[in-house]
């Protein structure tokens, strides 16, 4: 059924730009919705940015909206998180989603989960 494999995790400085990918090369890429969601050390994973299977639809958390950018390369079976502006409170594990529907993926309706990249953002 294939994996989703995220990889771009790294440390960066306060208002640095990061780029997150995942890809699925054994999924029907196209007929699913994807997403990023995040967990900060101590907290509960929490949900980050959807985008449908064509694309045409994106949800994103309100901490992110103006910062993060979800999109995919549905060729490359590629979804890609662009985080710029980073903040110390973007610091967490992110792990790439997959679900039915952008909105179910929103509400945590997720059936496949990546192992997750750190993200750590020094002030």
């Known amino acids: 059924q294939g994996q989703l494999v995220e990889s771009g995790g790294g440390l960066v400085q306060a208002g640095d730009s990061l780029r997150l990918s995942c890809a699925a090369p054994g999924r029907t890429f196209t007929i699913y919705a994807m997403g990023w969601f995040r967990q900060p050390p101590g907290q509960e994973r929490t949900f980050v940015a959807a985008?449908?299977?064509?694309?045409?639809?994106?949800y994103y958390t309100d901490s992110v909206k103006g910062r993060f950018t979800i999109s995919r390369d549905n060729a490359d079976k590629t979804v890609y998180l662009q985080m710029n502006s980073l903040e110390p409170e973007d610091t967490a594990v992110y792990y790439c989603?997959?679900?039915?529907?952008?909105?179910?993926?929103?509400?945590?309706?997720?059936?496949?989960w990546g192992q997750g990249t750190q993200v750590t953002v020094a002030t």
């Open positions: 985008i449908s299977g064509s694309g045409d639809h994106t």
């Open positions: 989603a997959e679900g039915n529907t952008a909105w179910g993926v929103r509400d945590g309706f997720v059936d496949l």
